[in-house]
């Protein structure tokens, strides 16, 4: 399991609809600006699928993040699992004016922990500096 994190300066509700809502998630959902998010779709509910699409903007290479929802619990917790069969846990923490975000998830076999660990960390300062400048 490898665990990232990063604090926001936004309140839960602004935190929470940036991460959950589609027209959001296009903007932030990418570790670089070589990359972008053209289409996501999300059915925030427990049981509810999620498909989110990451592409190279040169077109070379993309992926879709997608799998199933196993518990959603409003501005506190998300659980889900990927359709390559590894689960991940998102906690929404509320101190004051900031959300601290904490992302937990199983590792996958092509890519080094220390990868992933950048990736991961990298696409959640990319939602920080998005939610950021639009609260």
């Keep these: 399991m490898i665990t990232v994190e990063t604090t926001i300066n936004a309140d839960i509700v602004t935190v929470w609809d940036c991460w959950t809502k589609p027209e959001h998630i296009t903007k932030w959902n990418f570790a670089s600006d070589d990359w972008h998010c053209p289409k996501a779709e999300n059915d925030l509910k427990n049981k509810g699928k999620f498909s989110w699409r990451m592409e190279a903007k040169d077109g070379s290479m993309g992926f879709d993040y997608s799998g199933t ?63 950021e400048s639009v609260k």
Excluded: P
Aim: glycine share 4%.
């Design 69 to 131: 929802y196993l518990d959603v619990m409003k501005h506190e917790c998300i659980s889900l699992k990927m359709d390559d069969g590894r689960r991940a846990e998102i906690e929404f923490f509320e101190d004051d004016e900031y959300t601290t975000i904490s992302e937990t998830f199983e590792a996958e076999d092509s890519h080094s922990e220390e990868q992933q660990r950048a990736g991961w960390q990298a696409i959640l300062e990319n939602f920080k500096k998005y939610v």
